[in-house]
């Protein structure tokens, strides 16, 4: 007889035993609050594999005493809703059908306007699930009508009891006494990246491959654990949320001068072999963080990039290694990249107006008869190579795009410009 997985033997039937989600699925917890009275609204469930999504809809139909339909996007029509929704007598569900929708991001728009139907005429609740943004991936008028709760990895501590109970309820089945010393459970759970199903399925597997001692005793090794367990804790998708959430995670500790953060995320980069969205930031970085604090960092970033990309990996870590510590710890300024931003935004907003005709190109015939270039100061000439005139439209005029810093060498910029233009 064909087994279900583990997993899916040890699923909890109670939210206290469903691993991590406390945020919402607490005491105090949202989401638990809702199903606990058993009125259950169209839900957007958010968060990577094995984090308990599809466990917390069987939890909440079961609570509900609902039958719960499951369907998953990658395989799934519309034409299998409707047939769901015609097979429903009224009369033993008159609450309609609770469908539980799994990857929804894989639903194209049409098809989950076409869900709309079903959830206005209150034939379906929906409960999907995505491993992807919903905000990016989900049709705004489903949006609307569901509420969205974010299911965030587990932590090893958190992925404990689960993996606990996987060892007793397998001894049970095999009839040994299955152990488990510590550190291999530690390092199982340390290295699932937050995915409880991946951490109960390596016991199952450490567990079927263990060698039968004197009849009675398996034990699960470490060595067997390090195996299975191998690049297993890195989430990473380059066209999912967590390209993005790293490349973030990456700026913002540069940015906030976190040398030891800023490598850790470099190192996650280059593990996934993201080499090149690794230095485009670094490039990014060094321009808008740094910026005039400290501009001979663009020039070096440029060098370990370019380097970095003529090694290869594994020897690009070296150069980019050098960028990363030199921007984290550099001054940072971004009067620059801040100025530019609101140049930029008064153009889009339309507040512009004509080039000053003594700017204007007078490289031409004719061009003195249209009165352009003429009045045009050529600086060099003056003293300090400075001369006051007006370089913006008339409209803007008095407009200040760039402030200066607060750092060394934009404060020195700016001493010496008050010098010049004293009047």
């Not at 095999?174 to 995915?195: F, K, N, Q, W």
């Not at 380059?238 to 470099?266: E, M, N, T, V, W």
């Not at 870590?317 to 990249?337: D, E, G, I, Q, R």
Request: proline residues 5%.
């Amino acid at each position: 007889m064909v087994q279900n997985p583990l997993p899916d033997r040890i699923r909890p039937a109670s939210l206290d035993d469903v691993a991590g989600q406390s945020h919402i699925i607490g005491r105090d917890g949202l989401l638990r609050r809702i199903i606990e009275k058993g009125v259950i609204p169209n839900m957007i469930f958010y968060g990577p594999s094995g984090t308990g999504k599809t466990t917390v809809a069987r939890i909440a139909a079961a609570k509900t005493d609902r039958t719960l339909y499951k369907l998953n996007a990658t395989n799934a029509s519309i034409a299998d809703i409707r047939q769901i929704v015609d097979s429903l007598d009224t009369m033993l569900a008159p609450d309609g059908a609770l469908l539980y929708l799994d990857e929804i991001q894989y639903f194209n728009k049409k098809q989950q306007q076409s869900l709309l139907e079903f959830m206005e005429n209150g034939q379906i609740t929906l409960i999907a699930s995505t491993t992807e943004n919903p905000y990016f991936t989900v049709f705004n008028a489903i949006l609307s009508r569901a509420t969205v709760f974010e299911f965030k990895p587990v932590t090893p501590e958190e992925c404990r009891p689960a993996a606990e109970r996987a060892v007793a309820l397998l001894a049970e089945e095999m009839g040994v006494e299955l152990i488990c010393p510590d550190d291999v459970l530690t390092r199982i759970c340390a290295s699932c990246g937050g995915d409880v199903r991946k951490a109960v399925s390596a016991v199952e597997l450490l567990a079927a491959a263990a060698p039968i001692g004197d009849g009675k005793t398996v034990t699960l090794s470490m060595d067997d654990a390090v195996l299975v367990s191998q690049r297993s804790a890195m989430r990473y998708d380059r066209d999912g949320d967590s390209h993005y959430d790293i490349l973030s995670a990456f700026q913002k500790s540069i940015r906030g001068s976190d040398p030891d953060a800023a490598l850790h995320y470099l190192a996650r980069l280059l593990d996934a072999g993201d080499l090149i969205s690794a230095c485009r930031r670094l490039l990014v970085t060094a321009n808008e963080d740094v910026g005039l604090a400290y501009s001979q960092a663009a020039v070096i970033t440029k060098a370990c990039v370019d380097t970095a990309l003529q090694l290869g990996l594994p020897e690009a870590v070296m150069p980019l290694s050098h960028a990363v510590v030199l921007c984290a710890t550099a001054p940072k300024s971004n009067s620059a990249s801040g100025g530019a931003g609101a140049a930029l935004a008064d153009i889009q907003a339309g507040r512009s107006g004509d080039i000053p005709s003594h700017l204007k190109d007078s490289h031409y015939a004719g061009a003195e008869k249209l009165g352009h270039g003429g009045g045009y100061f050529y600086t060099h000439n003056a003293p300090n190579h400075w001369r006051a005139q007006q370089y913006l439209p008339d409209a803007i005029k008095d407009a200040v795009y760039y402030e200066y810093g607060d750092n060394k060498a934009e404060q020195a910029a700016k001493a010496y410009w008050e010098k010049v233009k004293r009047p």
